[in-house]
């Protein structure tokens, strides 16, 4: 089958809120929310969201206004600008993007890499020099 | 004698065509007190790096405020204000009083004139949660090159240094009493000359 993907054009402006079942390019703009669950959502390279996103994934080559919240991966490309806040567990900011906001990864407990940094002394250990 | 070592070290990472990695003393330290914070908060005043960003949020775990003060200092540079700094400063920050648990400041003090220095030092003690840990790096000499560094952090004790065109330049050289007053009220735990001439000071704010 050849399903093909869901795109909002260049001229396409949106104002509300935007929910889907399936991955979206938007190159337009959008004004709202957006809303797709369990899929990609890609802003391109002319795309300009002004929104709370939620997705599966979020890739930005655009421009973002707002807070976004994935449950894989936010990649912001380079050229790509966000300004608001990420909650993702993967976030990969490129160099040359444009990023103003806060980044939270939400560790869960234990899952820190491959060797504890608990194993490097702490401030209490410390010493005036 | 040290000190002309110091201007020797610092010298060559002006010069170096490449980027190159230094040890740090003081990030491991300052990482693993981030990291044994349970959900802890930190604010970077440097610019964004995503290999930062994604150390720091996966491997420490913490959630990463980005205060780029390095962009803010190029803005009021080429508006002609730096003169407001000092305001702007106190201003800069949304975050309330004792609400995150670490600062990473770079170098970011050698670029600012004293009032907007201790403007930022009172903004980032109201922020820092008690027992919470402020690192922040100071260069061994002025410079008149007009440039900023990125710091990518390697792993827990080495840092690349990247440099950048800015608008400003370093002022001057804060010695040990200038930092110490820029930071008082919070106590020392770590300062160390390192060889390539910049000088990491780490301190935490005494728990209540």
Known sequence: MNEELASIGKSIVINGELTGSEDLTIEGRVEGKIDLKDHVLTVGM?????????????????HVTGNLTATEKVDIKEKGSVEGDIVAPRVAIADGSHFKGSVDMQRKEGANGDRPLSTVPSLTDLVRV | ??????????????????ED????????????????RSGAELIDLGPVIGSNIAFMGERVGCK??????????DRHA???????????MAARFPLGDESVDAVLCWDVFDYLNPDAGSALSGELIRMLR???????????????????????????????????????????VLQNRDIDNLFAGLQLSDSVLMRSGVREVLYHKRSA
């Open chain 2, 130 to 172: 008690p027992g919470g840990a402020l690192l922040g790096f100071f260069g061994a000499r002025a410079s008149d090159e007009t440039r900023y560094t990125k710091y990518f952090i390697q792993d827990e004790s080495r840092l690349r240094y990247r440099f950048y065109v800015g608008a400003c330049r370093r002022r001057a």
């Open chain 2, 78 to 88: 080429l508006e002609g204000t730096l003169d407001r700094l000092p305001d702007f």
């Open chain 1, 46 to 62: 002319n795309g300009r969201i002004k929104a709370q996103v939620t997705a599966k994934s979020i890739v930005v080559f655009g």
């Open chain 2, 21 to 36: 990695v230094y040890s740090s003393k003081t990030l491991g330290k300052f990482l693993s007190f981030v990291f044994s």
């Open chain 2, 1 to 18: 004698m040290a000190l002309k070592t110091a201007f020797k070290g610092l010298s060559s990472v002006a010069t170096a065509p490449t």
């Open chain 2, 64 to 73: 990463i405020h980005i205060e780029d003060l390095y962009a803010d200092l």
